[in-house]
């Protein structure tokens, strides 16, 4: 099973963000809503593509809130 953890991984995008209202819990950086786009690839080949809608830090990266 560790091995098909390995086959397994998840790459987060942001495809676009905009300034939104809003600090980082953790940093106190400025929000911004950002179109994400994940894609999990296995073996190097994505399988699955998924797009959402998160608040993230511009400073840290953090995802402070998401929508779905
Ligand atoms: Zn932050």
Do not use: N
Not at 13 to 22: D, F, L, Q, T, Y
Not at 37 to 55: G, I, Q
């Amino acid at each position: 099973m560790v091995f098909f953890c390995f086959m397994v991984d998840q790459k987060r995008k942001v495809r676009r963000s905009r300034p939104a209202p809003g600090i980082c819990s953790r940093c106190g950086g400025g929000a911004s809503v950002a179109d994400m786009k994940t894609a999990t690839r296995f073996c190097h080949v994505p399988f699955y593509c998924k797009s959402w809608r998160a608040l993230i830090c511009t400073f840290c990266g953090s995802v402070l809130r998401s929508y779905r």
